[in-house]
Every structure is written in structure tokens, then in C-alpha cells.
């Protein structure tokens, strides 16, 4: 399909499926999911999801709700989420956070609080179908408790960048509730100057696996932290490149060489001791490495969480790191960098391999869309279908199969290159170097880094 073509059916579906709305294989006809939806005490007894008919975007009205997603946010934050689309209610439970409950401070966070809300539709015309504005929900604010007491999110809803999910066949994406965050420090160390974000982005899976015996191989993998009392308190960033094999325990090890501040033996960066299930659906790794450095060095006590998404018969994990912060001078423990990673089978793409039309969120907090054709990618603004910064794709990386080098264009002109993978209608991209006009002015703050950009999106279109 030539790339005109591919553009013109991405830009007539943009905002049906923003942010890993459609699922993967065919917009018009969903790729099936044959696997349990979820697993692990958090989900319900339920079957596969409905595949609803050939012209669905998402299941059918009254079978959304039997789906409970599981995934992860760029946050650090595990979280599921279940849609009523009858009764126009959810419910999110947060089961890993390092986000505050209350500004001002760092614990408790928002780990263990489940709230329920209504869901309204975006208006009619926002969209271009009726179909798309069926499969796309705002979470309205919502209010709950937790082991910490009770937590509402109408201080943080924007009603201009409201936080809202997009539902497909197998995955659902788009924007969790925000958080504004500020601190004023430990003894005049770790400030964190008063930030709001309107949302966090949010990947999760109608399938996933505990099978640990699923996970065993080689993959790349893209990484983005954020530390938030790095930068002077505005937030430091980084993102990077690893290739990492696990064994059947849950092992990791990597040939490749150690960079920044990761201390781990073989080079992982995903993980530091080998993972291990937990009651809730997913894999668990204490000690994990660190990429930027702490600015009270207490040592590593954030948490790495392995989520086994299964898409189009791949296994995909998605990795969250939580960070940790205790203020008890007895027992200090400062670990504040949090982030997601992405990770790909090491499988050799070749040019055209995943060609098509993606859509997700991005590192500025913002809704993205992106064209892959052969050599060519190009970033295209859903709200005005206009075509921002492109990239060139180079294939056949020697450093590992299925990784591809990209070189950009930058906002100011410039070049710079990075990475991207992709497995099972899925695809992530990092490039050191701002892109897409920089992050969104609602979720910066002077001195906010504007790289290096990262973005998680899903096939809408072949």
C-alpha cells in the first residue's frame, strides 16, 4: 500500500484509536484474542473478550465491561481498569505507585486505592464516527479509598485535556488520572518544584500471562525514567537502549556493556534480582537498576513490575519501575526515578515489517500518531491531521535483531538518532532529541526537559 494511501486511512482514524484504541492487525477487522484476559486474584471469572462485528473498532457496548485491563503507566504505576459501557461507570485500582495522594509530600502514594467514577463519551463531532466516540471514554472524576484513607481526582481534572480511555480489540490506552506533585525536600535536599500533569499515559492488556515459561529469550528494549527531584527539581529524564535475555527462572543477563549508573552484573536494565509472581497478575523484581543518578544516594529500593501482555498470539512484557520514598531519618530510603519500558522479541524486521499507521502517547504528555513505510516514518498531529517531525529507519541493526535505527528530524531542525522495536501490532520509539514540538505546556515547568522523546503506539492500519 503506497504511503499516500496509508496516510489518508490513518488521518480518516486518528482519534477513534488514540493511543492504542484499535489493537492490532486490521482497522477494519480486528486481529481475534484467544487468550485469557487477565490473570491473577484482581480479575473475574470471564472468558476471552467478544470480538464484536467485522466494523467494530472496540467489543460490543454491553461486553466491554467484561474485560478488566491490566497494565502500566509512564508514571511508575501499575493499574487496572475496568469500563462499564452500559452502566457508563469505571473502576482503577492503582496496584504499584510511587505518585503522592496529597501534594506537598511523598508518601503515602496512591498504591492500594481504588476509585470508581462515571464515563461520559466525547462529544458528538469530536470524533469522526459514531463508532469512535463508542469506543473512546473520559474518566470523569473519580473518588475511593485506599489503606491511607480516602482520594479524589477532581482537584487534578482538566476539563480542557481530560484524562480518557480509548478501548480496542485486546488493549486499551490513553490517559490515566493526573497528579500535580511538590516537595519541599529532606534537609534541604530533593526538592521538587509544584508540577501538574493532566494525565498519565496509559498502556494495558485485555490478556496477560503469570507464565513465566512464556517470557524465556532475547529482546530489545526501550527504556524512559523520570526522576523528579533530578534536574534541580524539574525533573530529570533519560531514556536508553537494552538487549537482555531471561531464562525460565526469570532471570536476566545482557553482553551489553553497562552505561550511566546502572551497577547490575550483565548489563540489564530492566531488572535487577530475577522476577517472581505475585498475587495479582504479574512479576516482581527487587533492587532495580538505576539510570539517573539519585540526588540523596541511599542506594536502590525501587521495584521493577513485569506485565506479560498477550497481543496477536506475541508475548510483549511491558516493564514499570516504581520508585520508593521513605523521609524517616531512622531509615531514609530516597529512590524517586520511576518510568516504563517497552520490550520486543530480538527478531529480525525487515524493511516494510511493520509498516502501517500507529497511534499512542508520547514523553510530552501528549496523543501521537505516527506513519512507518518502509525507510520513512512520519509524526502527524491528530488534532489538526498535519504532518511534524519525520525520521529515517534503518534496518538490520548488527548490535541485535529487530533493532532499528532511526534518525530524526528534530523541532528545531536539528538531527538526532535512537531506536525503535516492534512486536505484535505494537511498536515503541526513542529519540535523543526534542520532538513533536516539546512536552505540553500543561504538564511543564521552566527547565523541563524536552528530550530525549519516547512513544508507545499500536497498529491501526496495514
Known amino acids: 500500500m503506497s504511503y499516500a494511501i496509508i496516510r489518508g486511512l490513518v488521518l480518516a482514524i486518528l482519534t477513534a484509536c488514540l493511543v492504542v484504541g484499535c489493537g492490532g492487525g486490521n482497522a477494519s477487522n480486528p486481529a481475534a484474542i484467544n487468550t485469557p484476559q487477565c490473570s491473577g486474584s484482581s480479575c473475574p471469572t470471564q472468558g476471552p473478550p467478544p470480538q464484536g462485528t467485522v466494523?467494530?473498532?472496540?467489543?460490543?457496548?454491553?461486553?466491554?465491561?467484561?474485560?478488566?485491563?491490566?497494565?502500566?503507566?509512564?508514571?511508575?504505576?501499575?493499574?487496572?481498569?475496568?469500563?462499564?459501557?452500559?452502566?457508563m461507570t469505571y473502576t482503577l485500582s492503582w496496584l504499584e505507585s510511587p505518585i503522592p495522594l496529597a501534594t506537598g509530600n511523598v508518601t503515602p502514594t496512591r498504591v492500594g486505592v481504588k476509585i470508581t467514577g462515571s464515563v461520559a463519551h466525547p462529544p458528538t463531532g469530536a470524533l469522526p464516527t459514531?463508532?469512535?466516540?463508542?469506543?473512546?471514554?473520559?474518566?470523569?472524576?473519580?473518588?475511593?479509598?485506599?489503606?491511607?484513607g480516602t482520594y479524589n481526582t477532581t482537584a487534578d481534572f482538566n476539563t480542557a485535556n481530560p484524562?480518557?480511555?480509548?478501548?480496542?480489540?485486546?488493549?486499551?490506552?490513553?490517559g490515566i488520572p493526573g497528579a500535580t506533585i511538590q516537595f519541599a525536600g529532606i534537609l534541604g535536599l530533593g526538592?521538587?518544584?509544584?508540577?501538574?500533569?493532566?494525565?498519565?499515559?496509559?498502556?494495558?492488556?485485555?490478556?496477560?500471562?503469570?507464565?513465566?515459561?512464556?517470557?524465556?529469550?532475547?529482546?530489545?528494549?526501550?527504556?524512559?525514567?523520570?526522576?523528579?527531584?533530578?534536574?534541580?527539581?524539574?525533573?530529570a529524564t533519560v531514556g536508553t537502549n537494552t538487549i537482555e535475555t531471561f531464562d525460565?527462572?526469570?532471570?536476566?543477563?545482557?553482553?551489553?556493556?553497562?552505561?550511566g549508573f546502572s551497577p547490575n552484573t550483565g548489563g540489564c536494565l530492566t531488572t535487577g534480582n530475577p522476577y517472581t509472581v505475585n498475587a495479582n497478575g504479574y512479576l516482581d523484581s527487587t533492587e532495580a537498576p538505576q539510570i539517573i543518578a539519585q540526588t540523596i544516594p541511599t542506594g536502590k529500593s525501587g521495584v521493577?513490575?513485569?506485565?506479560?501482555?498477550?497481543?496477536?498470539?506475541?508475548?510483549?512484557?511491558?516493564?514499570?519501575?516504581t520508585g520508593n520514598v521513605n523521609t524517616n531519618l531512622l531509615s531514609l530510603a530516597v529512590d524517586d526515578e520511576s518510568g516504563i519500558a517497552m520490550l520486543a522479541p530480538a527478531t529480525a524486521l525487515a524493511s516494510g515489517g511493520f509498516d502501517g499507521g500507529y497511534v499512542g502517547a508520547d514523553s510530552n504528555f501528549n496523543y501521537t500518531a505516527t506513519l512507518i513505510n518502509g525507510a520513512t516514518g512520519t509524526f502527524v498531529n491528530p488534532a489538526t491531521s498535519s504532518a511534524e517531525d519525520g525520521f529515517a529507519l534503518t534496518y538490520g541493526v548488527a548490535a541485535s535483531p529487530g533493532l532499528v535505527n532511526v534518525t530524526a528530524t528534530t523541532t528545531s531542525g536539528g538531527s538526532a538518532t535512537g531506536y525503535a522495536i516492534a512486536a505484535g501490532g505494537l511498536y515503541a520509539i526513542l529519540i535523543q532529541g526534542e520532538e513533536n514540538n516539546g512536552v505540553a505546556s500543561t504538564s511543564a515547568i521552566s527547565g523541563t526537559a524536552e528530550t530525549p522523546y519516547f512513544g508507545v503506539g499500536a497498529n491501526v492500519n496495514k
Open 55 to 87: 466494523a467494530s473498532l472496540c467489543p460490543a457496548t454491553a461486553d466491554i465491561g467484561n474485560t478488566t485491563y491490566l497494565g502500566g503507566a509512564g508514571s511508575g504505576e501499575v493499574v487496572s481498569l475496568n469500563i462499564n459501557a452500559t452502566a
Open 304 to 321: 521493577a513490575h513485569m506485565i506479560l501482555g498477550q497481543l496477536n498470539g506475541a508475548t510483549i512484557p511491558l516493564v514499570v519501575r
Open 130 to 148: 459514531a463508532e469512535q466516540i463508542r469506543c473512546a471514554f473520559i474518566l470523569e472524576p473519580g473518588t475511593g479509598s485506599g489503606p491511607n
Open 163 to 174: 484524562p480518557t480511555i480509548f478501548i480496542g480489540q485486546g488493549v486499551a490506552g490513553g
Open 248 to 259: 525460565a527462572t526469570g532471570t536476566c543477563t545482557s553482553t551489553q556493556s553497562t552505561t
Open 191 to 235: 526538592a521538587v518544584d509544584n508540577r501538574h500533569f493532566d494525565f498519565y499515559p496509559f498502556l494495558g492488556f485485555a490478556s496477560t500471562t503469570t507464565d513465566i515459561t512464556k517470557l524465556p529469550g532475547t529482546y530489545n528494549g526501550l527504556l524512559y525514567h523520570l526522576t523528579p527531584s533530578g534536574n534541580s527539581g524539574n525533573y
